[in-house]
């Protein structure tokens, strides 16, 4: 994934991009950035490898050499950034958010017209970089943007500083991802996250609408582009990816999983599918809410059989090598042993993509003394790896358990009944869950429905991407 923050204000404003930047550091994992402009020192840029150090160690130093009034900063899941790029439009940096599938095609053709880019490790070409290019086709930042979003395919939302015109922001043509403004005495800023800038003082100014391009200078906001009236945003923002203090939208992602929780637990008291449980327990962190949603609409008791041990792994897949990132993520889990031998837990985590974590977790409460586990999952069965933004963008869809089950129960005959098998009640979903139990050792499992899915984010389905669960685009 990934996520940007970006500020314009009438005093200096680095250190509000360096925090408002740290507080998106749950987006990605690769590299971390920040560009800052002064009338004295001009451009300063600087980018860090945040794979195994926090991104707020790597840039602590930086705070006392950076000085401007107007500064973007990134957290990146791909290539390094912010670009700094000198064309005919002059001097800017930009960072960009998402995914480009025809990056190739669009590559060749740039490279056709008299183009040419750095090349990185193993010869690729920086996402940002060709977005830039693809920019500097035009005779404007506004119409450069337009340009480059009617020609990617994919998603990408888009922040610049520019040398002239203050920052310019662009939501990506569907508004897959979010791009909010906020406000304060002194300037604006631009950010992924709300609550980034809310922490910061900055209060809600508005959220771009799908494909709006704005300019932001520290007096307000000039629209360049109108919004597009077709919307899909992400519904994953809420179930998964979303931060719990973040809104989108309007609509709340903590709230959301309660809902979520509450309402996947009603259904599955009225089917009389709920089993005798001791406890109620979230997979950490973002199945917490919702598992706190369904205890409390199912009555029963909400606990933390074990907890995670973060100060030195704050992510565990933060680390290249698989067998490293799933060794960590055991050590990373905490048994409190008191609330795991000879109980019966239903345990609710936001997703099952690979299940290979899941798997790991499962065998560690066992060891621990679980009596019975129960999985529940907050959203759908994912039966199609993510096209359109980094969630899933390197699984293919024989990665995914659903689709390794449904081929081992079916063969590529399964492939012609996926909206079944994606429906619990039905026999070829009742199949897949079965299987699944005795894959990751569950005793009983259930999925989310989409249509509660829809009703817990609170926003018409047709405003939704729901790609992932529906293969719809």
């Given at each position: 994934m990934g996520g940007f923050f970006g500020a314009i204000s009438r005093r200096d404003i680095v250190l509000d991009v360096f925090f408002g930047t740290d507080y998106h550091t749950h987006l990605g994992i690769r590299r971390g950035g920040m560009a800052c402009i002064s009338p004295e020192i001009g451009f300063q840029r600087s980018i860090h490898n945040i794979e195994n150090t926090p991104f707020r160690t790597k840039f602590e130093g930086i705070l006392s050499e950076m000085k401007g009034n107007a500064c973007i900063g990134c957290i990146s899941d791909t290539d390094p950034q912010p670009m700094l790029i000198h064309s005919h439009l002059g001097v800017y940096a930009i960072t960009t958010v998402g995914i480009i599938n025809n990056l190739e095609v669009l590559a060749k053709r740039l490279l056709a017209q008299g183009a040419h880019f750095d090349a990185m490790t193993g010869g690729r070409i920086n996402t940002t970089e060709l977005v830039?290019?693809?920019?500097?086709?035009?005779?404007?930042?506004?119409?450069?943007?337009?340009?480059?979003?009617?020609?990617?395919?994919?998603?990408?939302?888009?922040?610049?500083?520019t040398e002239r015109d203050g920052l310019i922001a662009a939501r990506d043509r569907l508004g897959r991802l979010p791009v909010l403004l906020g406000s304060d005495n002194d300037g604006i800023c631009v950010s992924f996250e709300s609550f980034a800038y809310q922490k910061l003082g900055y209060s809600d100014l508005r959220e771009l609408g799908p494909g709006e391009v704005v300019r932001v200078t520290a007096e307000g906001v000039e629209q360049l582009s109108p919004p597009l009236e077709q919307m899909r945003i992400c519904s994953f923002l809420w179930s998964y990816y979303g931060y719990p203090g973040s809104c989108y939208e309007g609509k709340s992602v903590e709230v959301m999983r309660n809902i979520n929780g509450s309402l996947l637990a009603k259904d599955e008291r009225q089917r009389g599918t709920l089993p005798d449980l001791d406890y109620v327990c979230g997979v950490p962190d973002s199945g917490v809410a919702h598992a706190i949603g369904f205890a409390n609409e199912s009555g029963i008791p909400y606990a933390r059989p074990f907890v995670k041990y973060t100060p030195t792994w704050p992510r565990s897949f933060m680390p290249g090598s698989p067998s490293v990132r799933n060794r960590v993520a055991k050590m990373k889990l905490v048994p409190v042993r008191q609330l795991i031998e000879d109980r019966r837990l239903l345990f609710v985590d936001d997703s099952i993509v690979r299940g290979t974590q899941l798997r790991e977790t499962v065998n560690f409460l066992y060891e621990n003394g679980a009596k019975e586990l129960h999985m529940r999952s907050a959203c759908p069965p994912v039966m199609y790896a993510c096209k359109y933004l980094n969630f899933t963008r390197n699984t293919s869809d024989l990665e995914l358990i659903t689709r390794r089950t449904i081929e081992e129960l079916e063969g590529k005959e399964g492939l012609s009944h996926l909206d079944e098998y994606a429906d619990g009640s039905s026999e070829r979903g009742r199949a897949m869950c079965s299987s699944i139990c005795a894959k990751l050792r569950f005793a009983t499992l259930e999925f989310q429905s989409l249509p509660r899915l829809v009703e817990a984010i609170g926003l018409p389905e047709t405003s939704l991407c729901t790609y992932c669960w529906s293969g719809k685009d």
């Open positions: 830039a290019a693809l920019i500097d086709c035009e005779d404007s930042f506004e119409n450069g943007i337009r340009h480059a979003q009617s020609v990617i395919e994919g998603t990408c939302s888009i922040l610049i500083l």
